[in-house]
């Protein structure tokens, strides 16, 4: 199985604050690598697939990169609805892998 | 556009078994690839298995083969997940997802909005 290894595993920033948090895999996963947002009571919302490519509708402060083994998520300017855990996910091979999620909490 | 509306929470003994449903609307269950993907207290998420449309078969995760079954009612547009035996550790958000297959990649949207599935005596 892939194993998807993220950091940091919390973080705390200010509205207005740079984000980045980082996904790495333990063997190469071309681009296929995904993000996702958990915010509690509501459904997980998928905010990039394909490494880089913003889904429809996810603001445009949120962008993503890498390939092979290293990736981020940024969010270039931190908003109060972003405060939420993050998930990157591996759609190189099944067993489909998440990591274990990055908690990012207001300041 | 995919809505997925699951079932509500269920409280569950050790031993006993449960049944999650997810209703699809916007579109038929037929052109869709159904994945359940759960999450238990202060973890992570975890992939249990779905439908492969490649091989027209469904696919679990080797951790929970022979304990959980995926099905599909078409008449209705709802998924089922089933899983057996529970015990403590199935304590849980279970959610349903679909699998989109891209030139790129695929990627899971959208998701339901989660049942909480509790295992206690």
């Known amino acids: 199985d892939i194993q998807m290894t993220q950091s940091p595993s919390s973080l705390s920033a200010s509205v207005g604050d740079r984000v980045t948090i980082t996904c790495r895999a333990s063997q190469t996963i071309s681009s296929s690598l995904n993000w996702y947002q958990l915010r509690p009571g509501k459904a997980p919302k998928l905010l990039i697939y394909a490494a880089s490519i913003l889904q429809t509708g996810v603001p445009s402060r949120f962008s993503g990169s890498g390939s092979g083994t290293d990736f981020t998520l940024s969010i270039s300017s931190l908003q109060p609805e972003d405060f939420a855990t993050y998930y990157c996910q591996q759609s190189y091979s099944t067993p489909w892998t998440f990591g274990q999620g990055t908690k990012v909490e207001i300041k | 556009q995919v809505q997925l509306v699951q079932s509500g929470a269920e409280v569950k003994k050790p031993g006993a078994s449960v049944k999650v449903s997810c209703k699809v609307s916007?579109?038929?269950?037929?052109?869709?690839?159904m994945h359940w993907v759960r999450q238990a207290p202060g973890k992570g998420l975890e992939w249990m298995g779905g439908?492969?449309?490649?091989?027209?078969?469904?696919i679990y995760a080797q951790k929970f083969q022979g304990r959980v079954t995926m099905t599909e009612d078409t008449s209705t547009d709802t998924a089922y997940m089933e899983l057996s035996s529970l015990r403590s550790e199935d304590t849980a958000v279970y959610y349903c997802?679909?699998?989109?297959?891209?030139?790129?990649?695929?990627?899971?949207?959208?998701w339901g909005q989660g049942t909480l599935v509790t295992v206690s005596s």
């Open positions: 916007g579109y038929t269950l037929t052109e869709l690839s």
């Open positions: 997802a679909t699998l989109r297959s891209r030139v790129v990649g695929d990627y899971f949207d959208p």
């Open positions: 439908f492969d449309p490649e091989d027209g078969e469904t």
